[in-house]
């Protein structure tokens, strides 16, 4: 029985040459069959040509298709050597066109990011900062490519770079944000395999010290008039000393200025714990003089975003007017080392900075220190205005190590 196509009429066998192809022209559905290269088949359109591959599935009656390319972009050379690779598949029990249409559905990397960012991210407390790495380190330079041909030596050379560009902290970030999206989608079964085996973060991490004495404490105060829309937010960052992500987030109705509470929702917390931070009176003045244009305390001035999010410019102007040399974290460790050097005590200053207390003990004791924490932050920020006001500030004094 002569070869049909799909359509029972018969299908034309013909040893394809060059010269054959170049007198082809497109119009009625017709399939040629390779008399030469066993499966390979031309089909012609009246929009064009296509070459396929078609072959029965091992252990299996079916057939299948696989579509190699079109004429001319795909000469009869490149279509033959397709086909028979295709061939040696099928014949050691394969079924190359399931692989295709497996790999098909292997994302892109910026698809798998989209995903994360949306299916697992989307209640973490570094969700904003790992879209802006994911954006700012990782898109650029793969996002188009299939999730699964990142290999380990494009990671490591994306880290060298970053370390390269001297931000060698910003590289341990990456590599643990990249071991995260790949770690989620091994555990989705979207991926077989993550690039990030075995790999050790580039940078020794550092255990920061610095804090700001009192000279500093005023001079960056001071400073802070040169940066009218940001001042109120650096000041909130160094009076209540908390986290600046939750600072930046601060919504008006988790705000009770009648009681001078904020309650920080669990969902924003490192420790994932409900955190209620009493409000000194400074800070209570602070929020009472802010205008009211958005459920943020702190908006975004760009239409895209919620809330504030990028503080580097008003940062480094604070610095160059103050002439201090500080990290945004820094703030919150002045916080805590000055209730220290007020006499508080380091447990209710662990509460005031919500810090994670793993004990046993811990578990049974449930004392929420609201009294403790509000007497704290009072004693700190009566200490922080007495150096505002240029007045005698009577402190025990606490040598740096």
Same mark, same amino acid.
């Given at each position: 029985?002569?070869?049909?196509?799909?359509?029972?009429?018969?299908?034309?066998?013909?040893?394809?040459?060059?010269?054959?192809? /170049?007198?082809?022209?497109?119009?009625?559905?017709?399939?040629?069959?390779?008399?030469?290269?066993?499966?390979?088949?031309?089909?012609?359109?009246? /929009?064009?040509?296509?070459?396929?591959?078609?072959?029965?599935?091992?252990?299996?009656?079916?057939?299948?298709?696989?579509?190699?390319?079109?004429?001319?972009?795909?000469?009869?050379?490149?279509?033959?050597?397709?086909?028979?690779?295709?061939?040696?598949?099928?014949?050691?029990?394969?079924?190359?066109?399931?692989?295709?249409?497996?790999?098909?559905?292997?994302?892109?990397?910026?698809?798998?990011?989209?995903?994360?960012?949306?299916?697992? &991210?989307?209640?973490?407390?570094?969700?904003?900062?790992?879209?802006?790495?994911?954006?700012?380190?990782?898109?650029?330079?793969?996002?188009?490519?299939?999730?699964?041909?990142?290999?380990?030596?494009?990671?490591?050379?994306?880290?060298?770079?970053?370390?390269?560009?001297?931000?060698?902290?910003?590289?341990?970030?990456?590599?643990?944000?990249?071991?995260?999206?790949?770690?989620?989608?091994?555990?989705?079964?979207?991926?077989?395999?993550?690039?990030?085996?075995?790999?050790?973060?580039?940078?020794?991490?550092?255990?920061?010290?610095?804090?700001?004495?009192?000279?500093?404490?005023?001079?960056?105060?001071?400073?802070?008039?040169?940066?009218?829309? /940001?001042?109120?937010?650096?000041?909130?960052?160094?009076?209540?000393?908390?986290?600046?992500?939750?600072?930046?987030?601060?919504?008006?109705?988790?705000?009770?200025?009648?009681?001078?509470?904020?309650?920080?929702?669990?969902?924003?917390?490192?420790?994932?714990?409900?955190?209620?931070?009493?409000?000194?009176?400074?800070?209570?003045?602070?929020?009472?003089?802010?205008?009211?244009?958005?459920?943020?305390?702190?908006?975004?001035?760009?239409?895209?975003?919620?809330?504030?999010?990028?503080?580097?410019?008003?940062?480094?102007?604070?610095?160059?007017?103050?002439?201090?040399?500080?990290?945004?974290?820094?703030?919150?460790?002045?916080?805590?080392?000055?209730?220290?050097?007020?006499?508080?005590?380091?447990?209710?200053? &662990?509460?005031?900075?919500?810090?994670?207390?793993?004990?046993?003990?811990?578990?049974?004791?449930?004392?929420?220190?609201?009294?403790?924490?509000?007497?704290?932050?009072?004693?700190?920020?009566?200490?922080?205005?007495?150096?505002?006001?240029?007045?005698?500030? /009577?402190?025990?004094?606490?040598?740096?190590?």
């Amino acid at each position: 029985m002569p070869p049909t196509t799909d359509g029972g009429k018969p299908m034309p066998r013909v040893k394809m040459t060059t010269m054959w192809l /170049s007198h082809l022209k497109p119009g009625y559905n017709a399939e040629y069959s390779d008399t030469e290269t066993q499966g390979l088949r031309l089909r012609v359109w009246s /929009s064009g040509f296509s070459w396929c591959f078609v072959y029965r599935v091992p252990g299996s009656r079916s057939v299948r298709r696989v579509t190699l390319g079109t004429y001319p972009e795909m000469s009869l050379a490149d279509a033959r050597k397709a086909a028979r690779e295709l061939r040696t598949k099928v014949d050691k029990g394969n079924d190359p066109g399931a692989e295709i249409q497996e790999r098909k559905k292997i994302p892109t990397f910026a698809e798998l990011c989209a995903e994360y960012l949306e299916k697992h &991210a989307i209640h973490k407390r570094t969700r904003d900062e790992d879209e802006r790495i994911i954006n700012r380190e990782l898109l650029p330079r793969w996002g188009s490519t299939r999730a699964d041909k990142i290999t380990r030596r494009e990671v490591i050379a994306l880290l060298d770079a970053i370390v390269g560009r001297g931000a060698p902290i910003m590289a341990n970030r990456t590599l643990a944000l990249v071991r995260k999206v790949f770690n989620w989608a091994l555990s989705r079964d979207i991926l077989e395999a993550t690039p990030c085996l075995r790999l050790k973060a580039p940078a020794p991490e550092k255990t920061r010290d610095r804090w700001l004495d009192d000279q500093e404490i005023r001079a960056v105060w001071e400073a802070l008039e040169s940066v009218p829309k /940001s001042g109120a937010l650096f000041k909130l960052l160094l009076l209540t000393g908390q986290r600046r992500g939750e600072v930046c987030a601060m919504r008006w109705d988790e705000i009770d200025l009648g009681n001078a509470l904020w309650t920080i929702p669990p969902e924003k917390t490192k420790n994932g714990v409900r955190h209620v931070v009493p409000l000194s009176p400074p800070v209570v003045e602070i929020l009472e003089g802010m205008p009211r244009k958005s459920d943020w305390v702190f908006p975004s001035p760009r239409l895209r975003c919620d809330h504030v999010e990028n503080l580097g410019k008003a940062h480094q102007r604070v610095q160059e007017v103050a002439g201090v040399r500080f990290h945004i974290h820094d703030l919150r460790r002045t916080a805590a080392t000055g209730m220290a050097r007020l006499g508080v005590d380091r447990v209710v200053i &662990a509460k005031v900075l919500n810090h994670a207390d793993p004990s046993v003990t811990a578990i049974y004791e449930r004392h929420a220190y609201e009294q403790e924490k509000r007497r704290a932050l009072e004693k700190w920020a009566a200490h922080v205005m007495r150096l505002v006001n240029r007045e005698t500030a /009577s402190i025990i004094p606490f040598p740096r190590s």
